[in-house]
């Protein structure tokens, strides 16, 4: 178990292959396991666990493994991913947030946007791994606020992992695939540059006639997760952006707040590498 302050995350999920294709993404999300400092415990903010007036979080020795996907090989119905739960970090959780704010879950389990991205990073499930949900009654700033509060997680041995997409436009993606739409780069780079600023309300705020940040952001569960890796940025973080490509309506955006040094060389922008 490390003693180092670990590292918060947030990882652009994509599709379900994503975690049996030997694509560049996936590649990024092994060689970060191999650099992390080992974790004492794990929790992933999914995009695929919505709830309204509490923050959820899954609780149990052995949260089930879940797969809310229809369509795809069989080879990813077959998976499980058994980490074992922590009773520590769900207790920690609720000290955090206030205990009237946050609900032990035993019926949720790991789904795909929690599984999907630890499963290559830890493929033995042998670090303990709490899910937890979005509370969709919280508006964006809400959201920063709740990993602003979970940031302390850090010096304790737990990696926060984000797991959802900057830009998730499933309806505009059926027809784009294979494109870089002007809208979605002009909204990538502008949430990038706010990223590495800090710029807390670019990352939050949006206004009305902001075409690209709605057609980005659409029903919002897949963009929030990363204001928890941004809230909990602590001073002294290097921000690096890595596997940050593009298909249409999706990016894979994703990144690292804490040692620049423990991100794959190869998942960094070609200037950067």
């Known amino acids: 178990m490390t003693t180092k302050r670990m590292p918060a995350l947030f990882i652009g999920h994509g599709s379900p292959m994503t975690v049996i294709s030997d694509v560049p993404e996936r590649r990024a999300m092994i060689g970060l396991g191999r650099a992390l400092p080992r974790p004492r415990a794990i929790l992933a903010v999914s995009a695929h666990w919505e709830t309204r007036g509490r923050t959820h979080v899954t609780t149990g020795a052995a949260p089930r493994t879940i797969h809310d996907f229809r369509g795809f090989p069989e080879e990813l119905y077959a998976m499980r991913y058994r980490a074992p739960g ?32 630890v499963q290559p990073m830890f493929p033995e499930a042998d670090v303990p791994l709490v899910a937890m949900s979005l509370d969709r009654a919280l508006d964006p700033a809400g959201h920063l606020a709740l990993g602003r509060k979970l940031a302390p997680l850090r010096d304790e041995g737990v990696l926060i992992v984000g797991s959802g997409n900057v830009v998730h436009n499933l ?22 540059a706010a990223l590495v600023a800090g710029d807390e309300a670019a990352l939050t705020e949006f206004a009305a006639d902001d075409r690209a940040a709605a057609a980005a952001i659409n029903s919002g569960e897949h963009y929030l997760p990363l204001l928890y890796a941004a809230g909990a940025r602590l001073p002294g973080d290097g921000v690096t952006v890595f596997s940050d490509t593009i298909d249409g309506a999706l990016s894979m955006t994703s990144v690292l707040y804490g040692d620049p040094a423990l991100v794959p060389a190869e998942a960094l922008p070609a200037a950067a590498a």
């Open 171 to 192: 309806a505009l993606w059926r027809a784009s695939a294979g494109t870089r739409p002007e809208w979605a780069v002009d909204f990538q780079q502008r949430i990038n």
């Open 86 to 117: 922590s009773a520590w970090l769900e207790g920690r959780v609720a000290d955090l947030l206030g205990a009237g704010h946050v609900a032990a879950d035993a019926d949720w389990g790991f789904d795909h946007g929690a599984w999907g991205v």
